[in-house]
């Protein structure tokens, strides 16, 4: 366990968790108290030791003072100003301190597209919900000063995504304190975020296919608080309404142990994920009992804490677990994974509030095997009761509008499956092994998935495309408990490889690893295993090993099917991809192929028909039927 002075946990009260609020209360007070030696002169910024981000230092520094200044005001706030004096003192200091030009460690001024703009917004919001205890208690020409350089966000172009309700937050603030802003730039960032309302309660984080945390931490986030900052009901209904279906949907993205699914970028920021959980019960908005909501919640955060996120320090580091670059992205600083204070959002609801009180209550995936359809993301998932893992089938999230069309795609949106307990390679290769479909040329060559062509997402099934040159592939998955069933309708040019891998599993020591007849299997010593088996089609099955590739481990192993030659035109080939803790390869489903048509007789006795032609399709009986 990383973070000390825990209390003893709560086994009555949190029966899955033992984790209660003085949990969390005592996690933030440690994540506080550990950034105190880096603070500088008057508690102006918080220079974290680690890598810096393509801002610079003092950009970097000024995030480190609001990233957990916004961490402090859901502890200050939740606690009605009732914490150590110092507290308060401290974020009062680096208030009046970074906002006078005059000081060594004075705030940058607020620029065109600039990340200050970001660290604006977690002021704004921070001064919201402590106004009684910090602004209202600065002297006039203190609060005069914030108010100036908050104001410097009046006017300023921002990219087209989650970076507009920053603007909002800002100027909503400004407008409840008698500063100036702009309305009509409030009225338009609202706007703009309705265009990207894909239905569903799913938002793409800008125009596109933009699937990832971000529909939670930052689209659903900020305007629910901004509805709350200004009072404005009819926003909030209509807010509330769609949390409330996004939360039906994803209280299933954790895992029993409270592993979150490893998907998209900033997953550095780790429990932020579960920020839309308490907004649900916050704003009132929640499908979830309030047991429930606390037990994936606390889930979540003592998941991490178990697993070095914060350090032996205290800190949190750019890394999943620990330390780990790759996943970082070039606009990330040392103090970057401090959003991740956006999880202490619960804190802002009362010590006698349900979610506090009610007994823990299971979670979906502590009840029995669980199986979606997420039409407006494009994504399938599936978890099963016996591991408590979770995989996402991704046939929708592409981050297409964003892409560098000539860079390598980005492993955390293009892949096919993700899950909560494995992660992409990020290693040199242009899109690894690991759940990808590559049509190999003779050069050696892979085709690359840039571009996802979604063309269904049903009760178990999901099909998508890409191209990439002479290459077309055509994707479905069936998925039943723990595996996947993909069939790829490849049309390329004679002579080509076809290779589909499978989950890349990472572990501290090299798994265990071994490749049968028609079966590739990696296995941690915990028991956990990556398969894939190949069913139609294929040659043969193998696996490939790296070190330092992957968040969840140094060493990782993943397990494909190729097929040494594809014969020209058009071809199908059926593999089962599989994660799940056991000691057993997967049984292999009966698979028969006439033309487009395929049937998988599964394990269980049911059968899926899955046809080809046009648009892809599955007949499958329902379960007892």
């Not at 460690?105 to 703009?117: F, G, I, R």
């Not at 899955?610 to 648009?615: N, S, T």
Request: with cysteine; aromatic share 8%; glycine share 10%.
């Amino acid at each position: 366990m990383s973070l000390s002075g825990l209390p003893t946990p709560d086994d009555e009260l949190s029966g899955h968790t033992g984790w209660t609020r003085a949990h969390w209360e005592a996690a933030a007070d440690h994540l506080l108290a550990s950034v105190l030696p880096y603070a500088t002169k008057d508690f102006a910024q918080f220079r974290l030791p680690g890598r810096a981000s393509r801002s610079g230092p003092v950009s970097d520094g000024l995030e480190g003072f609001a990233r957990t200044f916004l961490l402090a005001a859901f502890r200050i706030a939740g606690a009605g100003g009732a914490v150590p004096p110092a507290l308060l003192e401290r974020y009062a200091s680096g208030l009046t301190a970074g906002t006078d030009p005059a000081h060594p460690y004075a705030w940058p001024a607020l620029a065109d597209m600039s990340q200050q703009l970001v660290e604006a917004a977690s002021v704004a919001l921070a001064l919201h919900e402590t106004r009684p205890w910090l602004f209202d208690r600065l002297s006039p020409p203190e609060r005069e000063r914030v108010v100036t350089w908050l104001a410097g966000f009046t006017g300023r172009r921002t990219p087209d995504n989650n970076w507009v309700m920053f603007q909002v937050v800002v100027e909503q603030f400004l407008a409840e304190v008698g500063g100036p802003h702009e309305p009509a730039e409030i009225t338009g960032g609202l706007e703009r975020v309705e265009e990207w309302y894909a239905g569903e309660g799913w938002y793409s984080d800008g125009k596109g296919k933009n699937f990832d945390y971000y529909c939670g931490w930052a689209m659903h986030l900020y305007p629910s608080l901004w509805a709350r900052m200004a009072r404005d009901t009819a926003r909030q209904e209509l807010y509330a309404e769609r949390l409330r279906r996004f939360l039906g949907q994803y209280q299933h993205f954790f895992a029993a142990d409270g592993a979150p699914v490893h998907q998209g970028r900033s997953l550095t920021y780790r429990f932020a994920t579960v920020a839309p959980l308490w907004l649900g019960a916050l704003t009132g908005a929640s499908p979830l009992t309030p047991g429930r909501t606390r037990r994936i919640a606390s889930g979540v955060l003592r998941h991490f804490a178990e697993r070095g996120a914060p350090d032996e320090r205290g800190l949190l580091t750019l890394g999943w677990y620990g330390p780990f670059p790759p996943v970082a992205q070039d606009y990330s600083g040392p103090a970057s994974p401090y959003w991740a204070g956006k999880a202490f959002l619960g804190l802002l609801l009362p010590p006698e509030h349900p979610v506090w009180t009610d007994a823990e209550e299971a979670a979906p995936v502590d009840l029995a095997d669980q199986a979606l359809a997420m039409p407006a993301p494009g994504w399938l998932l599936h978890a099963t009761r016996a591991d408590g893992v979770v995989r996402l089938v991704n046939h929708g999230s592409d981050r297409d509008r964003v892409q560098d069309p000539h860079g390598p795609p980005d492993p955390h949106y293009l892949k096919f499956a993700y899950t909560s307990h494995t992660g992409p390679e990020l290693g040199e290769r242009p899109h690894g092994v690991d759940n990808h479909l590559a049509v190999i040329a003779p050069d050696g060559t892979p085709s690359l998935r840039r571009h996802i062509q979604p063309l269904a997402v049903s009760d178990r099934f999901a099909a998508s495309a890409y191209r990439d040159g002479p290459v077309r592939v055509v994707t479905a998955s069936i998925v039943d408990g723990p595996s996947e069933i993909r069939i790829h309708q490849v049309t390329a040019p004679a002579g080509h490889r076809v290779r589909d891998g499978g989950h890349a599993l990472a572990a501290a020591l090299p798994p265990e690893v071994s490749v049968g007849e028609g079966v590739a299997l990696a296995r941690r010593p915990d028991g956990l295993s990556s398969a894939v088996r190949a069913l139609h089609g294929y040659t043969g099955t193998g696996l490939v090993t790296a070190r330092g590739t992957n968040a969840f481990g140094a060493h990782s192993a993943t397990p494909y099917a190729v097929a040494d030659a594809h014969p020209g035109g058009t071809a199908l080939y059926v593999s089962l991809v599989h994660l799940a803790v056991t000691r057993q390869p997967p049984p292999a489903p009966d698979v028969r192929v006439r033309g487009d048509l395929v049937v998988v007789t599964l394990p269980g006795g049911q059968t899926a028909t899955v046809r080809l032609d046009g648009v892809p399709t599955c007949e499958r009986p329902a379960p007892g039927a």
